[in-house]
């Protein structure tokens, strides 16, 4: 008797949220200790092998990735929490706890609705490698993957898990100060981070990924030591480490922003003719019917996007206070196109080399809804919030979307399973913010300093200040947009996104886009496929995995 | 010295000078006065931008862009000069020229080129995509057991799949960007069929395997079908 194919069964659902619940509370705890996130697909990836086939002994490799999917689309919401929500709470804000909840909930179901009609253009036209997405379907797919490819994951696991161990017991430096044995000043910040994952993801991507490093050449070995000679930073004295720092805050890292937002606004008038080609296809492919439904209709698609803007106006209506009607909607109108941006710029970073820029991105969230609301900080931490929940999903999606399409899964129940929970994340995190703030408390000086949320309030004080850096977000914007006019895809912002982020790893990431130049050139890309992909695989699982085991341990040890 | 590399040259200098002078940019209170100006010259800039990359052969309407570009650069750069007091934004706004006076020039170059190699190196999807059909019908008909299919399901991936996705930039060249989507859409699922039908082989669920191999085989012929359909004399 013909049985049917295991895909989205009670078994993977239920473990999805599960799990889900249990890392989001765990990565929450972790991020307001640590200072930075976790993602969860890879352990829900694992975790899902042990259960569904270890212990129920019939699962299968798209249950396995629905189980993925709804974990990492729960978890995804703890890192937008945790670096906005803490700041009203640090600032002694006064909020209703229902509508943050249902700003974050507005931001999640926004977040997915928005990148899906792009799954289509980003995965099947374009074909962009998502690193972090390839390797959770390198480990879906290990056991029928034959030997070779086995051994060549296990062996990038352990390289990875043996440098990070390395580097936490203090046997090896975090980075090769290459610029220290060249005798290059401090302030070019020339070192290679070492980080397997890192490279791993440059082993992916390859050539399409080098822009990125060239961003980072551009901003630490040209424009870096211009500003220095050139005295427009002020030296007066200061340690080499503080002027990098001046540097790379007032001067690089707004560049980067705003070239990241000009390359994305121009890269989607560019793309514009391909996207709607793409969206065209889902809609034929809805009205003919032929081969059944594979992508969530487009029509659902507006209703999200409208279903969740009334929410988030609600939300911003009845939580912040001293905001009109006029305002509120101004805000929610602009919010939801931004979230609509980012969650471009957001696909298309992760797509090419698995950064996300969220801090970047919620800043000027932040910035806009400043300026919009008259520096009504509540208003705008409440879209900044959305608008950070919404990013991670964005990305959290297209990856899960791109497994999917390596193991062969539906993109319709992915979609459908992600939309289905997404209210579950913003729950869970901001339950277990409060329940932390108001039980042990967080904050500078305690045992959970949050300092991700501790920098977004330093911004927010200096742009209520009137210190935010708009001129560099403008000239940044034209420069980014410029590169984008170029005919090579996607400039702008990853060199954007090689300013923004610190050149340790942009460089590592560099390495690892050249040495796959290097062995394509010398093989072939069907040997970049067999060999080199499962082994980039391992360093990204390997690396994820034993951050994550490492920071359980230190939560565990400092209770 | 070809127009390509005149425009790789005065984009790199350009978009260096930019770069460099956009470090020390004035905050915007310096520029709020003179705004007007700014709109002004970013006007010209895309009218320039946008006539100049028909220069060679435009109408009169965008040799009319540029006439009308130039003067509103002039206009508006001489009035930034004398209204603010920083040289840094003249130097910004002449690096942003020359990049895009050098992005126009590219554009140009390379769709000359994409029009030359579009005629010199046509690729025919239609044998590729044969092929493919003819592998999954091996597999369908042959009936050789498990592991020989997941063999040759492997084989498809990387012999046949690979390569046609890898000459997915050349088809969008082909055949123009509505049609590209609407072929390698079809194509891009027949693709995922096959993984789905690797990964139910892997699962031991020979069933779904072959139902995902037929569909996988629809979904090829509609991307056969949909590019004979807009092309039928290339059908060869």
Known sequence: MKSKYREVTPAAVILGIFQGIIMTAAFVYAGLKLGFSLGGSTIAAIMGFAVLKGLLGKGSIVENNINQTIASGINTTGAGVIFTLPVLLLMGKQFKI??????????????????????????????????????????????????????????????????????????????????????????????????????GAGLLTGKNGLPFALGGCLAYWIMAPTAVMTGWISQNGLPATELTEAIYMTMIRPLGIGMLIGGAIMGVIKAFPLVKAAIKTIQNAARSGFGGQEELHIQYIYLGIGVSFIILLVSILWGAKGISLPIAFLLSVIGTFWIGLAGLIVAECTGITDISPLSGLALIAV????????????????????????????????????????????????????????????????????????????????????????????????????????????????????????????????????????????????????????????????????????????????????????????????? | MNREKIGWALFLIGFLIACIFALSIPGIETIH??????AVLLTGELLLLFGFKKIWAGTLIDKLKIVIGIILLLFSGLKLIMAI???????????????????????????????????????????????????????????????????????????????????????????????????????????????????????????????????????????YKALQEEYPRKNI
């Open chain 2, 85 to 223: 007091d920083s040289l840094v934004f003249l130097w910004f706004f002449l690096g942003i020229t020359l990049a895009g006076m050098g992005a126009a020039l590219l554009g140009n170059a390379q769709s000359q080129q994409k029009a030359e190699r579009k005629e010199k190196h046509f690729i025919n999807p239609f044998e590729r995509l044969k092929e493919i059909i003819k592998e999954i019908d091996k597999i369908t008909l042959e009936q050789k057991g498990e592991s020989a299919n997941k063999k040759a399901l492997e084989n498809i991936k990387m012999n046949f799949l690979m390569p046609f996705a890898e000459n997915r930039h050349h088809f969008a060249l082909q055949y123009g960007v509505d049609l590209f989507a609407e072929f390698f859409s079809f194509f891009s699922t027949g693709e995922r069929y096959i993984n789905r039908a690797w990964s139910s082989l892997v699962d031991n669920a020979a069933d779904e395997s072959a139902h995902s191999l037929s569909k996988a085989k629809e979904y090829f012929e509609r991307a």
């Open chain 1, 367 to 559: 910035t806009l809804m400043l300026a919009l609301s008259h520096n009504n900080i509540t208003a705008s931490v409440f879209i900044g919030l959305a608008v950070c929940v919404a990013i991670g999903q964005c990305a959290d999606m297209m990856q899960d979307l791109k497994t999917g399409f390596l193991v062969g899964g539906k993109p319709i129940y992915q979609q459908i399973a992600q939309i289905c929970v997404a209210w579950i994340g913003p729950l869970v995190s901001i339950g277990v913010v409060l329940l932390l703030w108001k039980g042990i408390g967080f904050g500078p000086g305690t045992d959970l300093p949050a300092p991700q949320a501790a920098a977004l309030q330093a911004m927010i004080e200096g742009i209520v200040g009137g210190k935010a850096p708009l001129h560099h977000y403008l000239s940044g914007s034209i420069l980014g947009g410029l590169l984008s006019t170029l005919p090579l895809g996607g400039l702008g912002v990853l060199v954007g996104l090689g300013m923004y982020l610190p050149f340790s790893i942009t460089l590592g990431y560099g390495l690892g886009c050249v040495i796959n130049m290097g062995i394509e050139k010398l093989t072939s890309s069907r040997f970049i496929e067999k060999y080199i992909v499962p082994l980039a695989a391992g360093f990204i699982v390997g690396e994820a995995l034993t951050e994550l085991i490492y920071s359980v341990i230190h939560i565990l040890g400092s209770i």
């Open chain 2, 33 to 38: 006065p003179v705004n007007s100006y700014f």
């Open chain 1, 98 to 199: 229902m509508p943050m909840i249902l700003a974050a909930f507005a931001g999640s179901i926004m977040g997915i609705v928005v990148i899906i009609p792009l799954r289509k253009q980003m995965i099947d036209l374009e074909r962009l490698r998502f690193p972090s997405g390839t390797a959770v379907a390198a480990i879906l797919t290990s056991p029928g993957a034959g030997i070779t490819r086995a051994l060549l994951l296990i062996i990038g696991f352990i390289f990875s898990m043996s440098a990070v161990m390395s580097i936490k017991m203090g046997l090896i430096a975090k980075e090769v100060p290459l610029g220290i044995w060249l005798g290059l000043p401090v302030y070019t910040q020339t070192a290679i981070a070492i980080s397997l994952m890192n490279i």
